[in-house]
């Protein structure tokens, strides 16, 4: 380097050094020979110098005088071209010329020494003074140029040493010469001195400070150099340059840090720059913000600022001076950096679309690894999937494997990155055996058992085993049957105990009890692990192999350490293997209890119990379970049903309620609570579940329901109804033809023509109705008859009773009634009596009652009543029983027509002795009846009836066999 630098500076100065061995003419330097002429002139007779000096060295007269000749004709008024061409006339004899051309040029600058230093000397040399014996300057002159020009510098620095000569042009004049001879031939120590004698003389010019400056660096002298340039006019980009290198090259990092603190130079192109650039790396270590901080001007200064800044940056973190080095950057370099920026600063997407430019480079598909990890690390997960999919199947990537893991990762995490048009990509199947297998991993990932089986090829395609108990992880909740399949052939490729193992569980949940039995059966016994063969023993206990069940727990308890005091799933399949009275599975189910309490074996326990016939153990194993599991709805009701069986109705609506929280919408709850609070005489609880069981059937039938649905919602809402009612009036009214039509059941034997009785009923306090009774009501009536003289309308002989109606049983119709009956008039025929009465109807089957049909047009009923009451006053007894049969047409909605025939048996017990009498007689006839006031809950409350009926008695103890009667009944 320094060699180098010594030959630019030689050849800088080699003009120069060339016109040191002329005539004294060429006393004066051509660095300030030329300070005359323009930059550009200078460049035009620079060449014709150039070729003037080398001809003069060669003694070439015409050729040496021609150049001069020719750059003074480019330069007519300069001083410097007259003494070019003064000192080649003057050296090849042509003294007149020459001072011809000096005469002239000092009529165009009277002032310059030069010009009278150059007619001195010419003098001196035409008047032929001996100047060996004379020192004046004109001598000391010519000596010193005659010394240059035999080459004895050191002579000519010799007469310099005279204080009055060196101070006259013509020293200075010698002077120059000798430093541009010096540095000619290789003398830097020489030149530096004239340089410093010209400083200290005040005559250095710009040039020469150049000069001197270069020759500084040539000695290694940077200090003074570094001197001579804060002086100023020494601040070029080269000048700046080389001190700088030369400073890096001793070593002297702190004055170089020092020295580039200072503005950087005007660069003359982007080698200097980068020069410049190098420089501030070498003291990056002590001054690390020059480099940071400095501000390239040229494109390549900016690519090598930022090679060696942003690595720095980037690993300290200063994402803000790392982003705006970039942005001095062209757009399409640097893109892994920018990247990097982009994911620091969370703009994801910018990054993405780095991360695709660097791919998309040729030779950039080995940056998807990097790529879609810092982008998973960072976050940007959806992006990190883009990334992935568009370089899907990553065919220009040698090892695949780690993206297609990465893009499994996605898959699992943000299976909504993958849209339809990605699971289509997904979906064709992929030659490559490397990249099928991570195609497949994909699909596992996304939990799409459709898109793993397509990738696979169908059922029936040919994949690894890997890839059929990935489709069984997939299949294996939704669709044990598939997942089945799907591990036979992991274990028909694979064929290992894990495979079997894994084909024995899944053909257990699939309820495929001979192919798990055949694949345990199948392993041998040291590769069944201890869960393997509890495993097996619940298969062959399900499959109803209990023999084979106890091999496999024997199997098991003969392993040391397997059967241990924690192992409560032991003794709970020792339990299930044993008879199902066994008193075995009782030990083995409690051991387990304490072990491990846990409400699956307080059922179990419970169910051996019942099977023994131990139910007050077995409730009590059940309430256990239940304090362990207070929400299981399904043990509740089990519960429920427990209570009920031992006729506990209070603690099973308790359980029953309990269930129905858990399960609002079980109808059987909800009408096994409605049942049982109307057992137990709670007419509002049973009321609002006949409602909610309404509700219901509502909710899960359609519109068109069938006639058995229609009469079971009816009977709900009959229920309801029922259930909701307090008060009852009923009122018949009887008008015959004949006297002997209706029996009078006031004074038995005595026939009335026509008769009424309007009855009003009053349901008593619930407190009298259990779950065996139907309860106790109060009630009073008025009857009459229409009297012995035969009058139309039932107004003779008008009573009142008042008594009680109670239902000993709530599953039949029967009623006993006990009645006071008085006169509500004076009549001679009447008197006040006791009744005590029983009664019963039935209609042997709910189809054949009299309700009406909400979905049918015609239907039959019947019914059978019996009747037997007996007065305490009169002592007389009377009995009833009446069968009758009848068929409603429906006429519109709440009305029929209803034909019907009956057969009537009645029998008085006179008083006194007086004989039995007996009335034995048939009838038919036809009604209209209507059916009203019904609600959504309630069926129609009231009924109003009107018919014509026709009687004949075979016997009778009435005078009248044949009758026709007008019937009118209504009930509210």
Same mark, same amino acid.
């Given at each position: ?111 310059? =020494? ?150 950087? =130079? ?288 024997? +199997? ?22 044993? =008879? ?83 399960? =609002? ?65 009923? +009122? ?178 006179? +008083? ?61």
């Amino acid at each position: 380097m320094r060699r180098t630098l010594c030959i630019a500076v030689l050849l800088t100065l080699a003009a120069g050094g060339a016109q040191a061995q002329q005539t004294p003419a060429a006393s004066a330097s051509t660095s300030t020979r030329y300070d005359d002429v323009s930059a550009y002139r200078r460049f035009l007779i620079y060449p014709h110098q150039q070729r003037a000096h080398e001809a003069m060295q060669r003694g070439d007269a015409a050729r040496a005088m021609s150049e001069f000749e020719q750059a003074r004709g480019l330069a007519p008024r300069s001083v410097g071209t007259a003494l070019d061409l003064a000192t080649a006339y003057q050296r090849f004899g042509e003294a007149q010329r020459a001072r011809g051309v000096l005469v002239e040029q000092l009529l165009a600058t009277p002032a310059d =020494p030069r010009l009278l230093a150059a007619l001195q000397a010419l003098d001196l040399a035409t008047a032929k003074v001996d100047c060996a014996r004379h020192d004046s300057p004109v001598c000391r002159a010519q000596r010193g140029f005659e010394a240059l020009r035999s080459g004895e510098l050191q002579r000519a620095e010799h007469e310099l040493e005279d204080e009055t000569f060196a101070n006259a042009p013509e020293g200075l004049s010698l002077r120059r010469s000798l430093a541009q001879r010096a540095i000619h031939v290789g003398d830097m120590p020489l030149a530096a001195r004239q340089f410093e004698a010209l400083e200290r003389q005040g005559a250095l010019s710009r040039a020469e400070g150049e000069q001197w400056f270069n020759v500084l660096l040539v000695l290694d002298r940077p200090q003074r150099a570094q001197a001579l340039q804060e002086r100023g006019g020494l601040d070029a980009a080269a000048q700046r340059l080389a001190l700088a290198q030369l400073l890096a090259r001793r070593g002297d990092w702190n004055v170089l840090a020092g020295y580039l603190r200072s503005s950087p =130079p005007r660069f003359e192109d982007e080698t200097q720059e980068k020069a410049w650039i190098y420089l501030l790396q070498r003291v990056v270590r002590l001054q690390p913000s020059l480099l940071r901080e400095y501000r390239p001007r040229t494109p390549a200064g900016r690519r090598l600022h930022a090679g060696l800044v942003l690595p720095q940056a980037m690993h300290d973190a200063q994402w803000p001076l790392a982003e705006s080095l970039l942005q001095r950057l062209p757009q399409n370099g640097f893109r892994e950096q920018r990247f990097e920026v982009a994911l620091q600063r969370a703009r994801h997407d910018e990054a993405l679309m780095h991360a695709r430019a660097t791919r998309d480079a040729p030779g950039g598909a080995a940056s998807l690894d990097v790529s879609s990890y810092r982008l998973l690390e960072a976050g940007a997960e959806a992006q990190a999937a883009t990334l992935l999919m568009e370089s899907y199947p990553f065919a220009g990537t040698a090892d695949p494997d780690p993206l297609f893991a990465r893009l499994a990762v996605l898959a699992a995490s943000h299976p909504e990155a993958f849209g339809v048009s990605e699971r289509v990509r997904l979906r064709t199947p992929l030659q490559d055996a490397q990249r099928h297998a991570g195609q497949l991993r994909v699909w596992v990932a996304l939990h799409d058992c459709e898109g793993l089986r397509a990738a696979m090829g169908g059922l029936d395609g040919e994949a690894p085993a890997m890839a059929w108990r990935a489709l069984a992880d997939c299949y294996r909740a939704t669709q044990p049957g598939l997942a089945q399949h799907a591990y036979a052939q992991a274990h028909r490729l694979q064929g290992d105990a894990d495979s079997a193992r894994a084909l024995a569980y899944q053909a257990f949940a699939a309820q495929d009890m001979a192919t798990a039995m055949s694949v345990w059966r199948a392993l041998p016994p040291e590769q069944l692990r201890d869960e393997d063969l509890l495993a097996a023993a619940t298969t062959a206990l399900e499959a109803g192999h209990r023999e084979e069940a106890r091999t496999w727990l024997q +199997a098991y308890a003969a392993r040391e350490g397997a059967v241990d005091a924690v192992n409560d799933r032991y003794w709970w399949l020792v339990a299930r293997a044993e =008879p199902e009275t066994s008193s075995v599975a009782v030990d083995a189910l409690r051991k387990a209890i304490a072990i491990r309490p846990d409400a699956a074996y307080y059922v179990a326990l419970a169910d051996v119990q019942e099977r023994r016939g131990e139910d007050e153990a077995a409730l009590r194993a059940l309430l256990q379970a239940q304090a362990m599991t207070p929400q299981d709805a399904v043990l509740a009701r089990r519960i429920g049903y427990a209570h009920l069986q031992r006729g506990a109705v209070g603690p099973a609506i308790e359980q029953f309620e309990r269930a129905r929280a858990s399960m =609002p919408g079980d109808d059987t709850l909800i009408r096994q609570l409605m049942y049982l609070n109307q057992a137990r005489g709670d007419r509002m609880a049973a009321r609002h579940y006949a409602a909610l069981a309404i509700d219901r059937f509502d909710a899960e039938q359609s519109d068109a329901q069938d006639i058995a649905q229609s009469q079971q919602r009816f009977a709900l809402r009959r229920l309801h109804e029922d259930l909701g009612r307090r008060w009852s009036v009923d +009122a018949d009214l009887i008008l015959g033809d004949t006297t002997s039509s209706a029996a009078n059941p006031i004074a038995p034997g005595v026939s009335y023509r026509s008769y009424f009785q309007a009855e009003a009923q009053y349901r008593l306090d619930d407190a009298w109705r259990n779950e065996r009774a139907g309860g106790l009501s109060a009630y009073a009536r008025v009857f009459a008859g229409s009297g012995r003289s035969g009058d139309v309308w039932p107004t003779h002989a008008p009573m009142l009773g008042v008594g009680l109606h109670w239902k000993p049983w709530r599953a039949h119709n029967a009623v006993l009634s006990l009645e006071q009956q008085a006169p509500l008039d004076n009549h001679p025929d009447t008197r006040g009596d006791t009744m005590a009465r029983f009664s019963y109807s039935t209609a042997f089957r709910d189809r054949y009652n009299q309700d009406w049909r909400p979905a049918t047009r015609w239907w039959a009923t019947q019914n059978l009543y019996l009747d037997l009451a007996h007065y305490l006053r009169s002592s007389q007894t009377a009995v009833t029983a009446d069968y009758r049969v009848s068929l409603h047409r429906r006429l519109a909605a709440g009305q029929t027509l209803e034909p019907y025939a009956h057969a009537q048996f009645n029998g008085l017990d006179r +008083a006194h002795g007086a004989g039995f009498g007996r009335d034995v007689r048939v009838g038919v006839g036809v009604r209209w009846n209507v059916w009203y006031g019904e609600s959504r809950y309630d069926a129609y409350r009231h009924r109003f009836s009107i018919g014509v009926e026709v009687q004949h008695a075979f016997t009778s103890y009435l005078p009248e066999r044949n009758a026709v009667y007008l019937t009118v009944g209504k009930h509210w």
